[in-house]
């Protein structure tokens, strides 16, 4: 985006200040000026290609979810607000970070060979997040018809889901909420082939009443062999509602936590990887199949999967950068099996 505003400031519209004698070449300048203009700007799209959720991100806004979930208001309260600088995956494009702190793009890694332990290497356990990370949710009524539209348009597959609330209606009964959910495309495919190599765990920080129904849904098949929700989340000094990857009991080597909200990771930074979050507006996402399922099976192969997701993501310095110190966290969890 600062790339977009040089072009802005660099390339200003022709102005005539009376000293050009030929006023036939006026026209043709400006229409030429203009062409270059937005020529840049349609190579620099071509080449960073941001998802509207990122460009609202720069200029300051949040996308509003009516989400019975808490898991998109922890990136930016407590007055945490500034840019997403972590390296969220890219579908097969890695983001290295540069001495400058300047992001471009190079190759994927290549699959390694596998590492074993005594001959057997230990099965990956991947805790997957719910909201905008495996589908994302609306309340129905407030929903907007052309988001709804161009969703069913583009192919997205939907449902209705009726949940209970923590609310009461006035004759003391549970209310219960309407939502419209749409599934991340690729979500079965994704949810089968990762269930091949690792175990399953979803851990949200939406309420069970909501989350529940919704992962019934979701998970016909039953590959989450945990379902966590918001209750087993952890309060902590800084956030709430951290997901503490300690209550597995599985080892830390061997465990990865895809989250779309970076504080997620807060206790275990070396074991998040962070990706893009899903919006109904972004029908042509293809995260879950082309970036992040690629990562995890190159992660299953690894005896310790926090070298290449430090490597890769530097999870440890964007904290730091947003004043959140890690030292012992990181000791903590690097130490551990």
């Known amino acids: ?22 006023g ?17 700007i349609l190579l620099q799209i071509i080449r960073d290609t941001p998802s509207w959720a990122q460009v609202l991100t720069y200029v300051g806004f949040r996308k509003h979810h009516l989400l019975l979930s808490s898991d998109t208001s922890d990136s930016s309260e407590n007055g945490l607000s500034s840019p997403t600088v972590f390296k969220t995956l890219r579908a097969e494009l890695e983001m290295v970070e540069e001495e400058d702190s300047t992001l471009v793009f190079g190759p994927a890694c290549p699959a390694l060979p596998p590492a074993y332990s005594n001959g057997v290497l230990e099965k990956m356990t991947v805790v997957l997040d719910l909201d905008e990370t495996l589908v994302c949710a609306y309340e129905t009524s407030s929903l907007p018809t052309i988001i709804r539209t161009q969703a069913t348009e583009a192919g997205l597959k939907s449902f209705e889901l009726e949940c209970t609330s923590t609310e009461r209606e006035a004759d003391g009964r549970l209310k219960v909420n309407h939502v419209t959910v749409f599934e991340r495309p690729g979500l079965h495919d994704f949810l089968e082939q990762l269930s091949e190599f690792a175990d399953l765990v979803l851990f949200t920080a939406g309420l069970e009443g909501y989350a529940s129904p919704l992962v019934d849904k979701i998970d016909v098949e039953n590959r989450f062999c945990l379902r966590l929700y918001r209750p087993a989340t952890t309060t902590t000094e800084q956030r709430e509602h951290v997901k503490d990857l300690s209550c597995l009991s599985r080892s830390f080597s061997r465990t990865v936590l895809v ?79």
């Open 1 to 22: 985006m600062a790339e977009m505003a040089d072009v802005c400031s660099t390339h200003q519209p022709y102005r005539n200040n009376g000293n050009n004698d030929d």
């Open 24 to 40: 036939t070449l006026h026209p043709l300048k400006t229409i030429l000026n203009w062409l270059s203009f937005f020529f840049q």
């Open 259 to 337: 989250d779309n909200n970076p504080f997620s990771f807060l206790l275990q930074p070396l074991n998040g990887i962070p990706c893009i979050p899903f919006y109904a507006g972004q029908p042509n996402d293809n995260q879950l199949m082309e970036a992040i399922l690629p990562l995890l099976k190159h992660l299953s192969l690894e005896q310790d999967v926090r070298p290449i997701l430090h490597e890769r993501f530097r999870m440890p310095e964007w904290f730091e950068k947003q004043g959140l110190p890690m030292s012992d966290w990181i000791h903590d969890s690097s130490c551990s099996n």
